[in-house]
């Protein structure tokens, strides 16, 4: 090492010199949506230690575990709203013992939104609104003649218009907060 590459004497700069350089850590997204009040991906993912209290303690059961391969994503606790919907209890977020689950960021509403995926009863020409009947949002408004309109922005995503829908029409699907 040459004097010219010293560029400072002083004793911390000596050992930054002999530190690992820092390497960019990808961290990965989930193809599933987290439990409600979850922390952004990257402190979620800090601080849940795959202890599954939040499962135990959904009375919904739509907390489950991660079938995704990645090391930082395996068994990690994720929403599926196949048979079930969210009530905002707060039961998961009381279980967890490490604030990966926090209800003081002061969101109430899950990155799923219902939409449309087979003909309702309505389009069929059966009277139907069962779905606007069961959200407590006002998020879909069901004349009983014609597919219902869902206003998106109302919604919260909990679900329960989708497990309500008799013909399974609706379905949960993943949106992007932004």
């Given amino acids: ?7 400072s004497p002083a004793r911390r700069a000596f050992f930054r010199r002999f530190a690992p350089k820092e390497e960019t850590v990808e961290i990965p997204e989930s193809d599933y949506p987290r439990p ?3 922390r952004d991906n990257r402190e979620f993912l800090a601080l849940c230690d795959n202890c599954h209290k939040c499962i135990d303690a959904c ?4 907390i489950q575990t991660s079938d995704e391969t990645h090391t930082a994503l395996q068994e990690k606790p994720v929403l599926n709203m196949e048979h079930g ?3 905002f209890c707060t039961k998961c977020v009381e279980a967890c013992p490490t604030g990966a689950l926090d209800d003081q960021q002061g969101t109430t509403s899950l990155p799923l939104r219902p939409t449309l995926t087979a003909r309702c009863q309505a389009e069929l020409g059966m009277a139907c609104n069962i779905c606007e009947e069961a959200c407590s ?8 003649l014609s597919a219902p309109v869902i206003q998106t922005d109302r919604c919260n995503g909990c679900g329960v218009c989708a497990f309500n829908c008799f013909f399974k029409a609706l379905s949960m699907q993943r949106v992007q907060h932004g």
Avoid: F
């Fill in 1 to 7: 090492m040459s004097q010219d590459e010293l560029v």
């Fill in 137 to 144: 949002k006002g998020a879909i408004t069901a004349d009983g």
């Fill in 36 to 38: 409600p009040w979850a």
């Fill in 59 to 62: 009375p919904e059961r739509i």
């Fill in 85 to 87: 919907y969210c009530t």
